[in-house]
């Protein structure tokens, strides 16, 4: 190759990577940085690069305009500054850029285009087989999910004692043949065996992340990616702090200008044993530091929330806290936190002996509507029995249950919503979760220009409404469960639903 | 008749009736008294009797021993005094005398069995036709119920529109053919139009609830007895300090002496307009001051609880205050309470529109086992749609749900419990509900004689435990709605239970 390599020209919110030559003696990784600053009319941009092995250094970068842009890169490897420009070029049919938050509780593409985010879980999907992986990517465009949580590192849990496809570093693993789902909690962070080198990234490893990360991007899938995470059994919870350090450091540098990249910082960064407040604090730096584009960040719990007030954090992500309350509590939540609430863990459709994984495909449904209805967004999951021990919230694969096969219908409706979100009604029956337009007021008066009204378990054969004389409203009766919607044509005044007496039914009203 | 009048040989725990005859002049409900005093070696009762119309005043009396008895009767009428003898023979079968709180949280009959509560609401069943009566008895007959509760005063509420079979007053009621499923909440307590003498009862009214308690008594059923209620349009919940006071009398002195009877002051006491805690409180005097046999007393909120913590609060009837959680909340009632807590409406099965009538059999199934493997007691009724607005919970008639089906199965099992009832076990999984025996530890050592798991809407395909490596356990696998008991033998040490992966599961472990 030549000194220098990039495009001519990208799409607006699409990802330049230039790619320099320099030094391999020592430890690239860690003896050398390399830094790029990106000029627009509207941006300048600094950001630092990564080595990406057999001497290439490489700078990415995300325009957030269509513009004529230059940029200059320079590593610490060498006196030579690399010149160059390109054109940002109209954003094509699906980018609708990165996802913030819109407006408190919402969340939109830096278009403006509302995002209503309907996630899942498969925590390892990247790190499996090539053609599981390829299953897995079929399975998600066959599916409505427009958000996928997954970690960077292995994972080491009951169902997940193999070997990934590859490690984050140099070295070698610890002998999992000894591992048994009997004994593999006695396998932790700290066990013998493990042999890392922690300042020598396997770029291959990274590679094909950002490969997934891409495929995922180019369904129109937000990739919310899983920093660190407790279940381990190699040591990479358990680094030290300049090891975490160099490896933040080296994420942000390789992932932030992908515009479909979420930051988790951690999965459940309670069961963290070594690791304090000031920790994920120096990590949230890290991230506000090295990611210019702020990308979404989000911390996610097991047992007590993370202080979701703390400045940095962009939306809550959520784990459910009780067993028989979860999108129920978004009210409280919208509430104390005031920004967009994200339930990445209500408890996964399946039948493990896990408590966490073996609700019904109705009862994931259920929570899904009570999250939507009350202004929040809902995560899947699914934890099937399987006799390869290949389970969707870990590995990917296929699906084997029923609830996914309905949330392309919610999200046609949560699409339908005037403005950007909905937020939970406090004037409607005591009986009933009812769903109006975000920024709508509190009061009866003035009558909603839309109105989402879910029954969950409840099955009223019929239900009266008056919000007023004069309004019209367009009436369809939905039914989540069947997937049936319903027009029942227009309707004004007092007037009564009639309905079938079955769980999960809804209904929708706009004002005409 | 005789001017006296008496059974010379009863039932332990049976009720002896004297008939006096005495004056007519003026108003015998109030300007007359009459009292009994009964003597036998181990209790002498002083009891109020009543006039029952056509001269006859009556007095009732229920020994708590087997016994030769005499009683003096003593009337403002005369100064006569009526004495008179009576053997109480052994309590035949069947008969295990009144229901009395056994060991803080549970409740025995007075001859120490065990009383496991399945209770049913059927508020105004006693007051339909004939017909409907004697249907709702063969109902109950061949169910589980061992409870059911019901008003005194009829009932004027959505699907209780029509006139019952008699009023507890002479007068006549307003004219109720102006009613309408949409003006009815218009009509109150306050409507003119009734006319009413609270000061003369209708004895004929109280005289066939007598016939009902009897009917009820004799098939081993609890007579919760809704003494006052809101929903009226009689004017029966206005009346004022020195009416209410008569009538608590008046139903004290007919009803005490049956075995059967518990007194619940009040449905939804909270929604009574006129009505302080002081009236409620001169009640609850007047229930102790008048029920020589200390019968059960509890207060039924709608939505804030009655301070269950009264002295004279024999257990919490409950309604639940959340849509989401009821029998789950049993552990915080009881330490909060520390008495029995019934859960007398959790919602019931039905397809109304109202969201306390409309939940899936399988879910209030769920409700049952969730309250009884929390030490608690859980109560049912139906609210099925039907062309004669015959609903089971105001009405009685027959049953139309699959609930009820599944509640002598659950019967079955409590009555296994060791000792008298059962506690929740905090030390077993949180994703389970453990039963133990109640006044069992805490703590995991010493292992139990008696672990009943309920999986709820959970579908562990197999669960794991391990109490200790000596004890054996006789292990069976309860579907709780399929009405399944499988016997898996014994277990002993760490051992799998295989199960379906199915919702509503439990497990029963004896010691053996």
């Known amino acids: 190759m030549d000194m220098i390599n990039y495009e001519k020209q990208i799409e607006r919110w699409g990802t330049l990577e230039v790619s320099v030559k320099g030094k391999t003696e020592g430890n690239p990784f860690v003896d050398y940085t390399v830094q790029g600053v990106f000029t627009g009319k509207k941006e300048q941009v600094t950001v630092n690069g990564f080595y990406d092995g057999e001497g290439i250094y490489k700078v990415r970068f995300m325009p957030s305009f269509e513009d004529e842009y230059t940029f200059r890169i320079q590593g610490s490897f060498s006196e030579e500054v690399y010149v160059g420009e390109f054109t940002a070029v ?4 699906g980018n609708h850029g990165p996802v913030y938050v819109a407006n408190t509780y919402h969340f939109a593409y830096a278009d403006g285009t509302p995002y209503y985010s309907i996630g899942t879980t498969c925590y390892v999907w990247e790190l499996q087989s090539d053609e599981l992986v390829k299953q897995t990517l079929k399975t998600l465009k066959d599916s409505a999910f427009n958000k996928i949580r997954f970690c960077i590192f292995p994972k080491h849990y009951d169902y997940n004692l193999g070997e990934p496809r590859s490690y984050p570093y140099e070295g070698m693993p610890m002998d999992s043949s000894v591992l048994t789902k009997e004994n593999f909690l006695e ?4 066990t013998e065996g493990n042999h890392w080198d922690f300042s020598r990234f396997n770029v291959e490893h990274f590679r094909h992340i950002e490969k997934c990360i891409l495929a995922l991007r180019d369904m129109g899938i937000e990739a919310d990616i899983i920093v660190m995470h407790p279940y381990d059994r190699w040591g990479f919870s358990q680094m030290t ?8 450091k080296y994420v942000l540098a390789r992932f932030s200008a992908y515009r479909n990249v979420w930051w988790s910082l951690a999965n459940e960064y309670d069961l963290f044993e070594h690791k304090t407040v000031k920790d994920w604090e120096r990590y949230a730096d ?8 702020n990308h979404l960040r989000s911390i996610h719990n ?31 939540w919208r509430e104390k936190y005031k920004k967009p609430v994200v339930l990445d863990e209500i408890a996964y459709e399946g039948n493990i002996q896990h408590g966490w994984g073996n609700i019904t495909g109705e009862e994931l449904t259920r929570r899904f509507w009570e999250a939507a209805c009350r202004g929040a967004y809902p995560g899947h999951g699914e934890t099937y029995m399987n006799k390869d021990d290949i389970l ?6 296929v699906l084997h249950g029923e609830s996914h096969k309905r949330f392309k219908l919610l999200h046609d409706i949560m699409c339908e919503t005037p403005g950007i979100g909905l937020m939970p009604y406090e004037n409607s ?11 709508s007021t509190q009061q009866i008066k003035p009558v909603k220009d839309y109105y989402l009204i879910y029954f969950s378990f409840m099955r009223p054969s019929f239900r009266e409404y008056h919000f007023d004389d004069e309004t019209k409203f367009q009436l369809k009766v939905i039914d989540t ?13 007092k007037f009564k639903v009639e309905l079938p007496g079955r769980q999960y039914m809804a209904i929708q009203l706009k004002k005409v």
């Open 90 to 93: 109209p954003a094509g049919t």
């Open 187 to 190: 396998y932790t962070g700290k």
């Open 241 to 248: 702090e300049e090891q975490d350090d160099l490896y933040w």
């Open 286 to 293: 890290l991230i506000c530091a090295n990611d210019p584009y």
């Open 302 to 332: 097991c047992r007590p929330f993370y202080d979701h007030n703390r400045p940095w954090i962009t939306h809550c992500s959520i784990q459910r806290q009780d067993l028989y309350k979860s999108a129920e509590m978004v009210n409280e």
């Open 392 to 397: 969707w919230w870990s590995h990917g694969g």
């Open 429 to 439: 029956g005591w009986d009933e979760v009812c769903a109006v337009p975000e920024e």
């Open 481 to 493: 469960w069947n997937m049936t919607v319903e027009d029942r044509g227009i309707v004004q005044g």
